[in-house]
């Protein structure tokens, strides 16, 4: 009995020394993960960002003067600076958006080009017509339209056309909250008319693409050939079809379901749609009294990659722990049912093979395609301990067994990846299988004569 017990405390130290390499692998993934993050973060210094859109919106910057009396009873000249801004009443928004990966070293980071065609009626301008508050004199200049970007880089090619006519882009917006972006004057425009403007941009961005629907009615179209679209912001597509070979998805808003408006009028930061943090923060933070708050309100999509190589690694790591017991439960199982005995060494020799497999598959997924790389590390791990299994458990029939048994749990492993939902369901379902076998197995097993050396298989049981 003093033999199986030391061969079982023995056992725990060799599964404690395999999972201080699990862990240290795990290592690895994260580090690998802060420089995929690294390089997403240059490419977004070095090109264009996470790109939110906002307009298009008829802005006028105003000016009331007056004169007061300060502390010495003396009249002064007094000076209120502000901009009015109207939202239109109807915006509609049209974009394609196609794939436009960028490399950074082994890194791929998902970027996108396209075109976005915006719509933007006004039935009227009301809200453009200045009031003073204190009965001074009111200057204003001509009206003018402004489109805001997180990222004025990404802007390539911008048209602005007045009804049919052509207007002049000029870079920046005119406006502090929102600085990046472009504007068009609007010269002579009559404030008791509807107003129509379109404007199609050329635009490139990283990752995440978002629409602030600043409008009365805002209707989104947007389509790409990206398969794997993540749909955030505060608002769902209203419909969405996502194909293999890209997705269509809509959004129609409504004032009544939005604060946007009122965010936009306060002058509230742009938003980020991005999913990490660490990268750069293109948007400009609010100023004054809405220093650090942000527009809360976005129709949004992301190029999410579901088979990030970092992320199924590190989901594949989680498991190993749970991987090796079963290996060493198989081993203990045919050591049992063939009568022969396999060393500690041998069993820690087994473990390492097992937790190679999930260097092996981060170092072969950087380069190749996940299930490609998961076949390749697998095969290579199975066929090891087949060779190295007929040798310890003295046959190469039983080497083959244990390869199969091994083979199964990859199998079960790669199967677990690849499910999100039902992950948790099949994850028990695997465990409970294995104790039954386990249990079914050993049922005729006496273990109180295995610690002793004696029959492994009790005599007063009866064949089934």
């Known amino acids: 009995m003093k033999a199986l017990t030391w061969k079982l405390v023995i056992l725990t130290g060799v599964t404690v020394l395999l999972l201080i390499v699990l862990t240290r692998i795990g290592w690895l993934v994260s580090e690998r993960q802060e420089r995929q993050r690294g390089a997403e973060a240059g490419v977004a210094a070095a090109q264009a960002g996470p790109q939110v859109l906002l307009g298009p919106i008829v802005q006028r910057q105003c000016t009331e003067e007056w004169k007061a009396l300060d502390k010495d009873l003396t009249l002064t000249p007094q000076r209120r600076d502000f901009v009015l801004s109207a939202m239109p009443t109807e915006l509609s928004i049209d974009g394609a958006l196609a794939q436009e ?75 502090d909250s929102y600085p990046r972006g472009l504007h068009a004057d609007l010269k002579g425009l009559a404030l008791d008319q509807p107003l129509t403007l379109s404007v199609n941009i050329d635009l490139v961005g990283m990752t995440d693409f978002g629409v602030v629907p600043a409008a009365s009615s805002t209707q989104v179209k947007l ?36 604060t946007a408006l009122r965010d936009v009028a306060a002058g509230r930061a742009l938003p980020t749609v991005d999913r990490d943090a660490e990268l750069v923060d293109y948007a400009v933070p609010a100023r004054g009294d809405n220093a650090g708050a942000r527009i809360t309100d976005t129709l949004a999509f992301s190029m999410v990659d579901p088979v990030n190589p970092y992320v199924m690694s590190d989901r594949a790591i989680k498991y190993g722990l749970l991987f090796i017991v079963l ?80 083979g199964t749990l990859y199998g079960a492993l790669f199967v677990l990846l690849n499910l999100e939902k039902a992950a948790l369901l099949v994850g028990a379902l695997l465990l409970f299988a294995v104790l039954a076998a386990v249990m079914t197995l050993t049922r005729r097993f006496d273990w109180y004569r295995l610690g002793l050396g004696g029959r492994m298989l009790d005599a007063t049981a009866r064949p089934d």
């Not at 970027?111 to 017509?129: N, R």
């Not at 020799?349 to 097992?354: C, E, H, K, N, Y």
């Not at 301990?385 to 039983?398: D, E, I, K, Q």
Request: proline letters at 6%; charged letters at 15%.
């Open 223 to 258: 389509r790409s050939d990206w398969p794997h679209p993540s749909f955030g912001g505060r608002f769902l597509p209203a419909t969405s079809e996502v194909r293999p070979d890209g997705f269509e998805a809509s959004w129609l808003v409504t004032e009544l379901a939005t």
């Open 327 to 406: 290996t060493f439960v198989s081993v203990g199982l045919l050591e049992l049912l063939a009568g022969r005995r396999v060393h500690p060494v041998q069993y820690l020799l087994v473990g390492l093979a097992m937790t190679l497999f999930f260097l092996l598959l981060l170092s072969l997924s950087e380069h190749l395609s996940f299930p490609l790389s998961y076949g390749i590390a697998a095969s290579a791990v199975v066929g090891l301990l087949v060779f190295y299994g007929g040798a310890m458990l003295g046959s190469a029939r039983r080497g083959l067994g244990f390869g199969a048994l091994v």
């Open 101 to 175: 990966p960028r490399y950074r070293g082994l890194f791929k980071i998902n970027a996108y080009a396209g075109k976005v065609a915006l719509h933007a009626q006004w039935s009227s301008l009301a809200a453009l017509t200045p009031k003073a508050e204190r009965n001074g004199a009111l200057r204003c200049d001509e009206p003018h339209m402004m489109v805001a970007v997180s990222d004025s880089r990404g802007l390539r090619a911008v048209s602005v056309k007045r009804g049919d006519t052509p207007l002049v882009v000029a870079p920046g917006t005119l406006n």
